[in-house]
């Protein structure tokens, strides 16, 4: 046999369909948006290693495509190798039936050996045309394949920038909320300052005051 068939072809279909469940789930999860940094996190290096693998298991295919196309076109040669023999075959097996009739029945035999090799060849051609078809429809296949994965790669890459967005978004209001509470607190700080000020400024009065009423009063009573 000159071309076998991909023996992973189901599997590929199958991780490829669990790529696309995956990537469609992870998209679900990010239009939920949440202000939670730590999930947001998670979220993120989950998409990030679902494109590793998609990157990943993209190479593969294209290894795959490659190795494909190479033994489709050594078989495209045999087969044509073996049509030419096959076509020699054919006249030299019309000549030995030419010259059986015209000399004894032994060479008959061969006349039949020659006829059962053509048989074979052209089963054998055959065989490998359909096989070549095959190939080169699994090859279209996994060519149609890595397109896909390709979205699916682009879409997980819109995500990853939706969610760096969000924790950005996430980090600037942490950090306005620690400038606000950080403005909040040297307020306070000023305004309890002003306060102890105020009140240290009403008790000097206060004891301006006394002292002044003190001091009528000794004058009073003298």
Do not use: C
């Not at 369909?17 to 990010?30: A, G």
């Not at 045309?129 to 429809?137: C, D, F, G, L």
Request: aromatic share 4%.
């Amino acid at each position: 046999m000159i071309v076998s068939m991909i023996p992973w072809q189901s599997e590929t279909n199958t991780i490829k369909e669990l790529f696309r469940q995956v990537s469609e789930l992870i998209r679900s999860l990010n239009n939920y948006k949440q202000n939670d940094r730590t999930k947001n996190l998670e979220q993120q290096k989950l998409t990030r290693d679902l494109q590793k693998l998609i990157e990943i298991f993209q190479n593969v295919q294209n290894l795959e495509a490659v190795k494909s196309r190479q033994l489709v076109e050594a078989a495209k040669q045999t087969v044509t190798i073996n049509v030419s023999d096959s076509d020699s075959d054919a006249n030299e097996s019309s000549s030995l039936l030419t010259t059986a009739q015209a000399h004894s029945s032994g060479n008959q035999k061969r006349q039949l050996q020659q006829q059962q090799h053509q048989t074979n060849l052209n089963n054998e051609i055959y065989f490998n045309s359909s096989m070549i078809a095959e190939r080169e429809t699994e090859i279209q296949e996994i060519e149609q394949g890595i397109l896909e994965l390709n979205e699916i790669f682009k879409d997980l890459g819109t995500i990853v920038t939706d969610q760096q967005s969000l924790l950005d978004n996430i980090e600037t209001n942490v950090n306005n909320v620690a400038i606000h509470t950080s403005s909040a607190s040297n307020e306070l700080t000023i305004a309890n300052e002003n306060h102890r000020k105020k009140q240290k400024t009403k008790n000097l009065i206060l004891l301006f005051l006394v002292i002044v009423f003190i001091v009528f009063l000794t004058m009073m009573i003298s």
